[in-house]
């Protein structure tokens, strides 16, 4: 963010709140929402919960992400399991698109994927998440908004907002949207991303001591 504005998950966004302002939120498929989806290899027909992945290896997207990391987690808590043991091993991938390729290629027994990263491959790109399956998703979630440092002038931030609330009446704007695979930016508001904060207390300092280890470069 160094140059004071940046589109980020939603759980930084709550964890940083206090020194951030919502400019606004992408509005998708109709909602400003969106979900994690828990995903297996194709070759697992058992597979229905995460709970069902003791002992196997799990792919993780970032320690920051809301749908690829807090999620996951904090369904095992709520299952009264240990998410640090619960796993043989886990993993960060780094990226969404990498988890749904290491669950795809069988490096992964499962991974923690966001749903609108999801859709999108799936109608985009759809030899990405060949050998994979989605099995779950969790309840819907503020978007991963757009923000800006609380610093910023409001001149700068009044038409960066402006800006973005009015992408879609432009030609060139419905363009970028439409490869985003977005609707539009919509204001957004801080109770938007309550649940987040939810899952947040519920982890605890489970997310600062995951067991995960980054995934090796290749």
Known sequence: ???????????????????????????????????????????????????????????????????????????????????????????FTFSHRNVVQAVAAGLADGGAVDGYVWDTIISQFPAWASGARKVWQSPAYGFPPLVARKEMAMSTFDALHAALLQMHERRDGKMILNRLALDRFVNGVDGLYDGIRKLTHAAGTTTLASGARPARAT
């Open 1 to 91: 963010m160094t140059r004071g504005a940046a589109w980020i998950c939603g759980y930084p966004y709550v964890l940083n709140s206090t020194q951030l302002r919502l400019v606004a939120v992408p509005q998708y498929r109709g909602t400003p929402l969106y979900r994690s989806y828990l995903i297996v290899p194709d070759s697992d027909k058992k597979t229905e919960a995460i709970t069902q992945l003791e002992g196997k290896v799990f792919a993780y997207s970032d320690p920051l992400s809301n749908s690829g990391f807090l999620i996951p987690r904090t369904e095992l808590l709520a299952h009264h399991e240990d998410p640090s043991a619960f796993f043989r091993e886990s993993f």
